[in-house]
């Protein structure tokens, strides 16, 4: 069985670039998160989505970022325009919600170079 | 603000012998605590998790305490494998109306096990 899949695996742009990073969830999850990991700050949530629906947005940077799920097995970020500072790695993860929470499942992310 | 700190980047133990993670938080609305675990190029994996109520939960080789009133936990493991070198992300949640779905990272402390 599929895990959560993440394109592309790796991006380099330069500065001022729309880059979009892919991601599609494990089949019968009902949530996705988006997640940005950094050395200084560690694992941050950016977004995260239940049933389509945006639940929680607290944690996208700035306007530049934007999240969607056209449908309940993909979900994409959009950062437009890109800044060297957006350079990450970038975690999607899936879960099924039932009752208090599900173990979340991490795809193996997207390494973003901003030059 | 970094309300779930691991202070300690990297730790060295040798095989066989106990590794000892520690976290600190300072929500003291988290009720739920993880530790994930993950390996160079991959997505991290969920490894055990402890709710408030408790104070201790124990895997196989791999038990959680925590210290409520010190707003801290630790991660133990019991003999130490070379399989287990990996970085460990202690993570928090709060229950919502979206259950402990939310969840707060630290940035991650790298245990090498040294044969």
């Known amino acids: 069985d599929a895990g959560v899949i993440q394109s592309p695996r790796h991006e380099v742009t330069e500065m001022g670039q729309e880059v979009t990073l892919r991601c599609k969830l494990i089949s019968g999850h009902n949530s996705l998160f988006w997640y940005r990991q950094t050395m200084m700050r560690g694992l941050e949530l950016l977004i995260y989505f239940n049933n389509n629906v945006p639940i929680d947005d607290s944690g996208m940077p700035e306007d530049r970022f934007s999240a969607k799920m056209p449908n309940a097995s993909f979900s994409t970020l959009k950062i437009q325009p890109s800044e060297p500072r957006d350079s990450a790695v970038y975690f999607c993860a899936s879960s099924l919600r039932v009752g208090q929470g599900g173990e979340q499942f991490f795809g193996p992310g997207t390494r973003l170079t901003v030059l | 603000d970094q309300q779930v700190k691991q202070n300690s980047p990297s730790l060295s133990v040798q095989e066989g012998r106990i590794s000892i993670l520690n976290c600190d938080y300072t929500n003291s609305m988290f009720d739920y605590f993880l530790w994930y675990k993950k390996y160079p190029a991959e997505g991290p994996t969920f490894l055990i998790s402890?709710?408030?109520?408790?104070d201790k939960n124990e895997d196989g080789r791999f038990t959680v305490f925590l210290n409520k009133s010190a707003k801290h936990l630790s991660l133990h493991i019991v003999p130490s494998q070379p399989g287990d070198s990996a970085v460990y992300f202690c993570a928090a949640s709060t229950y919502s109306n979206f259950g402990n779905e939310k969840l707060t990272f630290g940035t991650g402390t790298r245990l090498t096990i040294i044969p």
């Open positions: 402890i709710s408030s109520i408790k």
